[in-house]
T-cell receptor, first 114, second 115 residues
Framework: DQQVKQNSPSLSVQEGRISILNCDYTNSMFDYFLWYKKYPAEGPTFLISISSIKDKNEDGRFTVFLNKSAKHLSLHIVPSQPGDSAVYFCAASDQGGGADGLTFGKGTHLIIQP | DTEVTQTPKHLVMGMTNKKSLKCEQHMGHRAMYWYKQKAKKPPELMFVYSYEKLSINESVPSRFSPECPNSSLLNLHLHALQPEDSALYLC??????????????FGSGTQLSVL
Protein backbone atom coordinates (compact mmCIF):
# COMPACT_ATOMS: atom_id res chain seq x y z
CA ASP A 1 0.00 0.00 0.00
CA GLN A 2 1.70 3.13 -1.24
CA GLN A 3 1.13 6.00 1.16
CA VAL A 4 2.97 8.60 -0.93
CA LYS A 5 2.32 8.58 -4.65
CA GLN A 6 4.07 10.32 -7.50
CA ASN A 7 2.11 9.26 -10.54
CA SER A 8 4.39 10.78 -13.17
CA PRO A 9 7.57 8.71 -13.57
CA SER A 10 9.06 11.40 -15.81
CA LEU A 11 8.52 14.98 -16.88
CA SER A 12 10.20 16.93 -19.67
CA VAL A 13 10.27 20.75 -19.49
CA GLN A 14 11.95 23.35 -21.62
CA GLU A 15 14.67 25.44 -20.00
CA GLY A 16 13.29 28.69 -18.59
CA ARG A 17 9.74 27.38 -18.23
CA ILE A 18 7.98 26.25 -15.06
CA SER A 19 8.33 22.66 -13.84
CA ILE A 20 5.43 21.32 -11.75
CA LEU A 21 5.89 18.04 -9.92
CA ASN A 22 2.93 16.47 -8.17
CA CYS A 23 2.53 14.23 -5.14
CA ASP A 24 -0.47 12.66 -3.42
CA TYR A 25 -0.65 11.00 -0.03
CA THR A 26 -3.18 8.74 1.63
CA ASN A 27 -2.13 8.69 5.28
CA SER A 28 -4.01 11.45 7.11
CA MET A 29 -1.46 11.29 9.93
CA PHE A 30 1.20 12.83 7.69
CA ASP A 31 1.68 16.47 8.57
CA TYR A 32 5.18 17.31 7.36
CA PHE A 33 6.21 17.06 3.73
CA LEU A 34 9.55 17.36 2.01
CA TRP A 35 10.99 17.35 -1.49
CA TYR A 36 14.37 15.80 -2.21
CA LYS A 37 16.45 15.92 -5.37
CA LYS A 38 18.61 12.96 -6.32
CA TYR A 39 21.30 12.36 -8.90
CA PRO A 40 22.27 8.77 -9.87
CA ALA A 41 24.44 6.94 -7.33
CA GLU A 42 24.18 9.83 -4.86
CA GLY A 43 22.13 10.38 -1.75
CA PRO A 44 18.97 12.52 -1.84
CA THR A 45 19.52 16.23 -1.21
CA PHE A 46 16.91 18.19 0.74
CA LEU A 47 15.20 20.92 -1.29
CA ILE A 48 12.23 22.33 0.58
CA SER A 49 9.65 21.32 3.16
CA ILE A 50 6.21 22.35 4.36
CA SER A 51 4.25 21.78 7.53
CA SER A 52 0.54 21.08 7.41
CA ILE A 53 -0.19 24.38 9.15
CA LYS A 54 0.87 26.15 5.95
CA ASP A 55 -0.35 25.92 2.38
CA LYS A 56 2.70 27.43 0.69
CA ASN A 57 6.42 27.66 1.27
CA GLU A 58 8.85 29.42 -1.03
CA ASP A 59 12.64 29.27 -1.27
CA GLY A 60 14.19 30.99 -4.26
CA ARG A 61 13.12 29.23 -7.44
CA PHE A 62 11.33 26.50 -5.50
CA THR A 63 7.79 26.72 -4.13
CA VAL A 64 5.83 23.93 -2.51
CA PHE A 65 2.03 24.07 -2.32
CA LEU A 66 -0.04 21.92 0.03
CA ASN A 67 -3.75 21.16 -0.35
CA LYS A 68 -4.67 19.26 2.79
CA SER A 69 -8.27 18.57 1.83
CA ALA A 70 -7.13 16.93 -1.40
CA LYS A 71 -4.09 15.33 0.24
CA HIS A 72 -2.01 16.76 -2.57
CA LEU A 73 1.19 18.74 -2.79
CA SER A 74 3.17 20.11 -5.67
CA LEU A 75 6.66 21.48 -6.26
CA HIS A 76 7.05 24.40 -8.65
CA ILE A 77 10.45 25.24 -10.08
CA VAL A 78 10.68 28.49 -11.99
CA PRO A 79 12.59 29.18 -14.11
CA SER A 80 13.78 25.64 -14.80
CA GLN A 81 17.51 25.25 -15.39
CA PRO A 82 19.56 22.39 -16.91
CA GLY A 83 21.03 21.59 -13.48
CA ASP A 84 17.52 20.83 -12.25
CA SER A 85 17.52 17.61 -14.27
CA ALA A 86 17.34 14.89 -11.62
CA VAL A 87 14.91 12.56 -9.87
CA TYR A 88 12.65 14.36 -7.40
CA PHE A 89 11.23 12.49 -4.44
CA CYS A 90 8.27 13.60 -2.38
CA ALA A 91 8.46 12.45 1.25
CA ALA A 92 6.19 12.66 4.27
CA SER A 93 6.26 12.11 8.00
CA ASP A 94 4.16 12.38 11.12
CA GLN A 95 5.41 15.15 13.40
CA GLY A 96 3.84 13.52 16.42
CA GLY A 97 7.15 12.88 18.07
CA GLY A 98 10.07 10.57 17.77
CA ALA A 99 12.29 9.81 14.83
CA ASP A 100 10.22 7.63 12.54
CA GLY A 101 11.96 8.25 9.25
CA LEU A 102 10.34 9.44 6.06
CA THR A 103 8.00 7.68 3.64
CA PHE A 104 9.03 8.34 0.05
CA GLY A 105 7.15 8.38 -3.22
CA LYS A 106 8.59 6.55 -6.23
CA GLY A 107 10.08 9.72 -7.68
CA THR A 108 9.67 11.78 -10.83
CA HIS A 109 12.54 12.07 -13.28
CA LEU A 110 12.66 15.71 -14.39
CA ILE A 111 14.42 16.40 -17.67
CA ILE A 112 15.14 20.01 -18.57
CA GLN A 113 15.58 20.44 -22.30
CA PRO A 114 17.68 23.30 -23.73
CA ASP B 1 29.55 20.84 8.70
CA THR B 2 26.32 19.54 7.16
CA GLU B 3 27.72 16.33 5.80
CA VAL B 4 26.91 12.71 6.34
CA THR B 5 29.91 10.66 5.26
CA GLN B 6 29.57 7.05 4.13
CA THR B 7 32.32 4.55 3.41
CA PRO B 8 33.01 2.72 1.24
CA LYS B 9 31.36 4.26 -1.82
CA HIS B 10 31.36 0.94 -3.64
CA LEU B 11 31.49 -2.61 -2.29
CA VAL B 12 31.49 -5.99 -4.03
CA MET B 13 31.14 -9.02 -1.83
CA GLY B 14 30.47 -12.71 -2.11
CA MET B 15 27.59 -14.45 -0.37
CA THR B 16 29.89 -15.89 2.30
CA ASN B 17 31.73 -12.65 3.08
CA LYS B 18 31.36 -10.44 6.14
CA LYS B 19 31.63 -6.70 5.55
CA SER B 20 30.60 -3.46 7.23
CA LEU B 21 29.25 -0.16 5.98
CA LYS B 22 30.16 2.94 7.95
CA CYS B 23 28.43 6.28 8.41
CA GLU B 24 29.55 9.39 10.28
CA GLN B 25 27.99 12.77 11.03
CA HIS B 26 29.20 15.67 13.14
CA MET B 27 26.07 17.81 13.17
CA GLY B 28 25.06 16.76 16.67
CA HIS B 29 22.06 14.88 15.29
CA ARG B 30 20.59 12.33 17.68
CA ALA B 31 18.70 10.21 15.16
CA MET B 32 20.40 8.12 12.48
CA TYR B 33 18.89 5.95 9.79
CA TRP B 34 19.70 3.21 7.31
CA TYR B 35 17.76 3.15 4.04
CA LYS B 36 18.01 0.74 1.12
CA GLN B 37 17.33 1.88 -2.44
CA LYS B 38 17.06 -0.31 -5.50
CA ALA B 39 17.19 1.11 -9.00
CA LYS B 40 14.09 3.10 -10.03
CA LYS B 41 12.56 2.59 -6.56
CA PRO B 42 12.17 4.94 -3.59
CA PRO B 43 14.43 4.66 -0.56
CA GLU B 44 13.05 2.12 1.93
CA LEU B 45 13.60 2.52 5.65
CA MET B 46 15.55 -0.29 7.33
CA PHE B 47 16.59 0.91 10.80
CA VAL B 48 16.33 3.98 13.02
CA TYR B 49 18.57 4.79 15.97
CA SER B 50 17.39 7.42 18.39
CA TYR B 51 19.85 8.56 21.06
CA GLU B 52 22.05 5.60 20.17
CA LYS B 53 19.30 3.08 20.78
CA LEU B 54 17.62 1.05 18.07
CA SER B 55 14.08 2.39 17.89
CA ILE B 56 12.82 1.01 14.57
CA ASN B 57 13.63 -2.22 12.73
CA GLU B 58 11.46 -2.55 9.65
CA SER B 59 11.48 -6.36 9.71
CA VAL B 60 14.93 -6.46 8.17
CA PRO B 61 16.53 -9.93 7.82
CA SER B 62 19.12 -10.77 10.46
CA ARG B 63 21.89 -10.90 7.85
CA PHE B 64 21.84 -7.10 8.26
CA SER B 65 23.01 -6.04 11.72
CA PRO B 66 23.10 -2.35 12.67
CA GLU B 67 25.33 -0.86 15.34
CA CYS B 68 25.56 2.63 16.79
CA PRO B 69 28.88 2.89 18.72
CA ASN B 70 28.28 6.57 19.60
CA SER B 71 26.15 9.53 18.64
CA SER B 72 28.26 10.30 15.55
CA LEU B 73 28.75 6.83 14.10
CA LEU B 74 26.47 4.24 12.57
CA ASN B 75 27.53 0.90 11.15
CA LEU B 76 25.73 -1.76 9.16
CA HIS B 77 27.29 -5.22 9.42
CA LEU B 78 26.61 -7.55 6.51
CA HIS B 79 26.87 -11.34 6.58
CA ALA B 80 25.70 -14.06 4.22
CA LEU B 81 23.94 -11.65 1.90
CA GLN B 82 22.00 -12.69 -1.18
CA PRO B 83 22.31 -11.28 -4.70
CA GLU B 84 18.92 -9.58 -4.27
CA ASP B 85 20.45 -7.50 -1.48
CA SER B 86 22.46 -5.60 -4.09
CA ALA B 87 21.36 -1.98 -3.79
CA LEU B 88 22.38 1.53 -2.79
CA TYR B 89 22.54 1.74 1.01
CA LEU B 90 21.91 5.22 2.35
CA CYS B 91 22.66 6.57 5.78
CA UNK B 92 20.85 9.65 7.07
CA UNK B 93 20.67 11.71 10.21
CA UNK B 94 18.19 14.18 11.66
CA UNK B 95 18.22 16.61 14.53
CA UNK B 96 14.66 16.28 15.62
CA UNK B 97 13.69 13.37 17.79
CA UNK B 98 10.76 15.09 19.42
CA UNK B 99 7.77 16.89 18.02
CA UNK B 100 8.50 18.77 14.85
CA UNK B 101 9.31 17.84 11.32
CA UNK B 102 12.22 15.59 10.59
CA UNK B 103 14.55 16.89 7.91
CA UNK B 104 16.89 14.07 7.03
CA UNK B 105 20.38 14.68 5.73
CA PHE B 106 21.61 11.83 3.55
CA GLY B 107 25.06 10.54 2.78
CA SER B 108 26.05 9.71 -0.78
CA GLY B 109 25.48 6.03 -0.17
CA THR B 110 27.33 2.75 -0.59
CA GLN B 111 26.62 0.93 -3.85
CA LEU B 112 26.66 -2.73 -2.84
CA SER B 113 26.92 -5.65 -5.26
CA VAL B 114 26.52 -9.20 -3.94
CA LEU B 115 27.88 -11.88 -6.24
Amino acid sequence: DQQVKQNSPSLSVQEGRISILNCDYTNSMFDYFLWYKKYPAEGPTFLISISSIKDKNEDGRFTVFLNKSAKHLSLHIVPSQPGDSAVYFCAASDQGGGADGLTFGKGTHLIIQP
Amino acid sequence: DTEVTQTPKHLVMGMTNKKSLKCEQHMGHRAMYWYKQKAKKPPELMFVYSYEKLSINESVPSRFSPECPNSSLLNLHLHALQPEDSALYLCASSQSTGAGGEKLFFGSGTQLSVL
